[in-house]
């Protein structure tokens, strides 16, 4: 079947810090892959997308690589700030339904 | 370009009421889809609708329903209120079927609702 798995959280991160959120999913298909942004009291906003393998999806210095040998689209951060805080979906699109992996809470310490 | 608007933002209900939900969707989007969010749960799928036609539905009971309108808003119901129902509400639109690049769904700022 069709599923996104993310690393569980909470992930507590300093100022500056590299950041790493890992997500992998299954699909009977070709999915595009995307990653959410969850602000406190929010709905989601879309962070950054990919729609084929070896594409890179990036995004205010955000980026995630689609990666289909391992099945995996992993986001990155070189250097996250206090305003990065917040709660980030994995999430896949096959045909024209959405499964969203269960989110992981970011929280940056200045 | 307005985002998906939803209505209302929060609200209270007694058990064993129901409650109406609103979604109007980004111009020139057609398909609506729902969500709930619990912090046990997570992201739940209810249902999606695209041209007033139902096309994908999540596992909920039938106290949850939904439709679409022909000017591509929707509303969701849930009858017969628990305390479980308790959640955040996200509805999201997207131009599947109408555009090459319409897999990417928008959602709104969510309508919460506390059931008491």
């Known amino acids: 079947g069709n599923s996104v798995t993310q690393m569980e959280g909470p992930v507590t991160l300093s100022e500056e810090a590299f950041l790493t959120i890992n997500c992998t999913y299954t699909?009977?298909?070709?999915?595009?892959l995307f990653w959410y942004v969850q602000y406190p009291g929010e709905g989601l906003q879309l962070l950054l997308k990919?729609?084929?393998?070896?594409d890179k999806g990036s995004n205010k210095g955000f980026e995630a690589t689609y990666r289909k040998e391992t099945t995996s689209f992993h986001l990155e951060k070189g250097s996250v700030q206090v305003s990065d805080s917040a709660v980030y979906f994995c999430?896949?699109?096959?045909?024209?339904?959405?499964?969203f992996g269960t989110g992981t809470s970011l929280t940056v310490i200045p | 370009k307005a985002g998906v608007t939803q209505t209302p933002r929060y609200l209270i209900k007694t058990r064993g009421q129901q409650v109406t939900l609103s979604c109007s969707p980004i111009?020139?989007?057609?398909?609506v889809s729902w969500y709930q969010q619990t912090p046990g749960q997570g992201l739940q799928f209810l249902f999606e609708?695209?041209?007033?036609?139902?096309?994908n539905k999540g596992n909920f009971p039938g106290r949850f329903s939904g439709r679409q309108f022909s000017n591509s808003r929707s509303e969701m119901n849930v009858s017969t209120l628990e305390l479980g129902d308790s959640a955040l509400y996200l509805c999201a639109s997207s131009s599947y079927g109408t555009t090459s690049s319409g897999n990417t769904i928008y959602f709104g700022e969510g309508s919460w609702l506390t059931v008491v």
């Open positions: 999430a896949q699109n096959t045909g024209n339904q959405f499964y």
């Open positions: 111009s020139g989007h057609r398909s």
């Open positions: 990919a729609t084929k393998a070896d």
């Open positions: 609708y695209f041209s007033e036609t139902q096309r």
């Open positions: 699909a009977t298909g070709y999915p595009s």
